[in-house]
């Protein structure tokens, strides 16, 4: 008796271990489950090992919450509100869609499809649009997410256009082109291209009725003006790059080069190369002061003055691959991804020294501020 007892208490401890086992792999494989609640400042962060998002809460340095967000995700922006992140799945051209992810519900939306915008990458939110670079296109364009449309399409006809900054108005665009070795500068026009040709018609054409275009005319474009193109060469591998706070500079960082190229935004021409040993470079960002830029290069976390155009720190950090760099807005911290390492570097900008680590995932990348309006 004493045997059959025991025979089933064992059986049923056994049953309800496994009952547990079960549950627990069940609740951590679930990345759509929320752990916590977002925070009002959250820092974003993507795995391109894991395919996932990254919710870190930036008081504790912890994950709250894991979203999955498609293959080969490289970039990340949150929308104005706070509300929306949109993913890049990149893919060298190979994937054509922006995964979209609710920050509040902790929750994969339906994947926007770009068609035949292959290579999506860089990504900027501004004047309620999303704003993203397609490589295999090479060209640009804007998603709005109120119609559910591409609303805007732009060619560079540049080699791997990779990278984007929107001015504030989105009057005025910053890209880099990786293969090119070039930057792109475009500029809205208030005159609308096309149209009829200045001067008398030829004679016998007569006038055309009002709203008819004369025979010849070559269509005109929807109103709201045009664009100038102004493309800038810089050094090699032009890839990650900043604009200054105050709108007047754009840094470029060149990969294979190791050098910086500084633009005059006003007269569109490069005015230094800075030799910055800073081979595979692939992300610049300045501080919300504009007195320092950060660079990411291999293993290393290069900090330069921007007044003086001087290095003044270098940290090494990790292995290699060196990628995403975000700034808090107040200026406090600065986030870097080192893929070989799988963390996110946290940097102290006052003492510019690592006083944190973050696990996100498997090869980190790219990174972004959401700030809950």
Not at 241 to 246: A, K, L, M, N, Q
């Amino acid at each position: 008796m004493k045997i059959k007892k025991s025979f089933w208490q064992a059986a049923a401890l056994a049953a309800c271990s496994a009952f547990f086992a079960v549950a627990l792999i069940a609740q951590r494989s679930s990345p759509q489950s929320p752990q916590s609640t977002t925070p009002k400042a959250a820092l974003l962060v993507l795995s391109k090992q894991d395919h996932t998002l990254a919710i870190v809460d930036p008081a504790t340095l912890q994950v709250v919450a894991r979203i999955p967000v498609g293959d080969d995700p490289h970039e990340v922006v949150a929308s104005a509100d706070g509300h929306t992140a949109y993913v890049s799945n990149y893919g060298f051209g190979a994937f054509h869609t922006l995964a979209v992810v609710d920050l509040i519900g902790q929750k994969a939306e339906p994947q926007i499809d770009l068609g035949a915008l292959g290579g999506p990458h860089g990504l900027a939110f501004a004047e309620g649009k999303v704003w993203f670079t397609a490589e295999a296109a090479k060209a640009i364009g804007s998603y709005d997410p109120l119609s559910g449309k591409i609303n805007w399409i732009m060619g560079t006809g540049q080699n791997r256009t990779h990278m984007i900054y929107i001015f504030p108005g989105a009057g005025k665009i910053v890209t880099t082109n990786v293969n090119s070795a070039t930057v792109t500068i475009l500029e809205h026009t208030s005159g609308q291209a096309g149209g009829r040709p200045q001067g008398p018609p030829p004679a016998g054409a007569g006038v055309p009725p009002p709203g008819m275009r004369a025979p010849g005319d070559p269509p005109p474009l929807p109103p709201g003006g045009d664009w100038n193109e102004t493309v800038i060469p810089v050094g090699r591998g032009s890839e990650g790059f900043d604009v200054t706070p105050d709108g007047k500079q754009a840094w470029v960082a060149n990969a294979r080069d190791g050098t910086l190229s500084v633009i005059d935004i006003a007269s569109k021409k490069v005015t230094a190369t800075l030799q910055a040993n800073a081979r595979g470079a692939n992300r610049l960002k300045f501080t919300p002061d504009g007195t320092k830029a950060l660079i990411s290069a291999g293993g290393d976390l290069v900090f330069f003055d921007v007044a003086t155009q001087k290095e003044i720190k270098r940290l090494h950090i990790g292995r290699g691959g060196g990628g995403g760099i975000q700034v808090q807005p107040d200026g406090e911290r600065a986030y870097v991804s080192f893929a070989a390492d799988n963390f996110v570097a946290v940097i102290d900008l006052k003492t510019l020294e690592v006083v944190g680590k973050i696990d996100a995932g498997g090869n980190p990348d790219g990174l972004a501020w959401a700030v809950q309006q």
